[in-house]
């Protein structure tokens, strides 16, 4: 196959569209796994938000009691509270902090005050550079500091304990960390996708090469059966073509050599007839073979038991003429019904007889068996002939393939009847084997399944 330009050139094109819509899949797939971390972090962030801020606003509103007004118990939830215009110490650490203080402590957030006109009143945690005190009323926003780092707030309406507005509270957080742990998963990515597709391309053509191996033993089945047949057809041909020639030579033919040489054109003709009929019935046979499983073909019940006899005692005749005792058995006490084509089956049993008639030394015996076995059909034809050798056995139901060259020429035959029986065989589901010994026989066993009776 390698050395085929054409299914070379169909097995890269084949890599490359494997490899192609493969690349893309996963560039989508890994597009898309991308966004779904980052919205499941990113939502796992605004819960976490939201969380804080909720514990956070609960528990000052059960502190504020005027307002707009700091209460000097803020503290105990805020330790590094720090009042707009005032100097803050750092030291203002509650000794036991909360969740809600930790957290502000190891500064992943940050907390803002507002009254309730929008004055910045004071801030906690690790403040950002670079933003604005100006109060936003929007309740979810993304800013950015000076040195480009991302933070998200949220901001919540505050109350006293008797229930009046006391102004705003925002509660932000750091996205450095999770910026950090998408700027990983994309490396990850870009260095995935391309080992990915590496080997995906590797394997599209590995891949490509399997796929093309039943095609290319295809095209080399035809184009041996191309050579085969047009030998075939050639042979005739030309004995057709020599005896014309012959005859044209001669100025003055009598009726003898008349005779003869129309004979051997009949000759000649039958052979080229039954060729061209047994190549085309293995046509229509591969055609079958493909549309089977679509129903289009419409089968018959058969009864082989009459199938069998009719074949013997319609062979009766070359059987004697050979020499040959043909008899036939049939081990069933009811009729063994099958669905098929009766024409196409009448062809594979005679076929098989018709073999081990050739094939049988004169004295021999040729017998057809017919039983049932289990839910199938068993027909067997069994001869005393020269029998296959093992290297030969292969090769028998191949098109063209003799095993006695010189005898199936001189009886004219093609070398395509067991091809033809295998044929038939496998379009009415059957299966069909061998048993042989060389110089003691042949057994051709064809199995079918019965039909069943509904």
Request: aromatic share 10%; net charge positive; charged share 20%.
């Amino acid at each position: 196959m390698k050395q085929n330009q054409l299914f070379n050139r169909t097995r890269w094109r084949l890599a490359f569209w494997y490899a192609g819509v493969m690349g893309i899949i996963f560039s989508v797939s890994g597009y898309g796994l991308y966004q779904a971390i980052a919205h499941a972090h990113w939502m796992t962030l605004d819960r976490e938000l939201e969380s804080v801020a909720g514990i956070l606003h609960d528990s000052l509103e059960s502190k504020l009691k005027t307002s707009g007004e700091l209460e000097p118990n803020l503290q105990e939830l805020l330790p590094n509270l720090c009042k707009v215009g005032s100097s803050c110490q750092e030291n203002h650490y509650f000794s036991s902090p909360r969740y809600t203080s930790s957290a502000i402590y190891r500064g992943n957030y940050y907390v803002r005050l507002y009254n309730k006109t929008g004055q910045l009143l004071a801030i906690a945690g690790t403040y950002p550079t670079g933003f604005s005190s100006t109060f936003n009323r929007q309740e979810w926003q993304t800013l950015e500091d000076n040195q480009g780092i991302s933070y998200h707030q949220i901001s919540r309406l505050l109350h006293t304990k008797n229930g009046q507005d006391w102004g705003y509270i925002q509660v932000g957080r750091s996205f450095k960390d999770f910026e950090h742990y998408l700027a990983n998963v994309r490396w990850v990515l870009k260095l995935g996708l391309p080992t990915t597709l590496i080997v995906v391309a590797v394997s599209s053509w590995w891949l490509a090469g399997l796929a093309m191996q039943p095609v290319y033993q295809s095209y080399q089945q035809m184009q041996q059966f191309t050579a085969d047949a047009a030998h075939e057809l050639r042979t005739p041909l030309a004995a057709i073509r020599a005896t014309v020639e012959s005859a044209l030579m001669m100025p003055i033919l009598s009726e003898k050599e008349s005779r003869d040489t129309l004979k051997t054109i009949n000759r000649q003709t039958v052979r080229l007839s039954n060729l061209v009929a047994d190549l085309l019935m293995l046509c229509r046979l591969d055609w079958q073979l493909m549309i089977k499983s679509q129903g289009i073909i419409k089968n018959e019940v058969i009864c082989l038991n009459d199938l069998v006899s009719d074949i013997v005692e319609e062979l009766a005749s070359l059987a004697i003429s050979s020499q040959i005792n043909l008899s036939h058995e049939i081990r069933a006490d009811h009729p063994l019904e099958i669905k098929g084509n009766e024409d196409q089956l009448y062809r594979l049993v005679s076929n098989l007889v018709v073999n081990g008639i050739q094939y049988t030394l004169a004295g021999g015996q040729v017998k057809l068996i017919l039983e049932q076995s289990k839910n199938y059909a068993l027909i067997q034809v069994q001869d005393t002939g020269i029998g296959i050798n093992l290297q030969e056995q292969k090769h028998i139901f191949d098109r063209f393939y003799r095993v006695n060259k010189s005898r199936c020429r001189d009886q004219g035959g093609s070398g395509l009847g067991l091809s033809i029986v295998r044929a038939i065989a496998l379009v009415h589901q059957g299966t069909i084997s061998v048993q042989t010994e060389l110089g003691k026989g042949s057994i051709f066993s064809v199995r079918f399944p019965l039909n069943v009776k509904g």
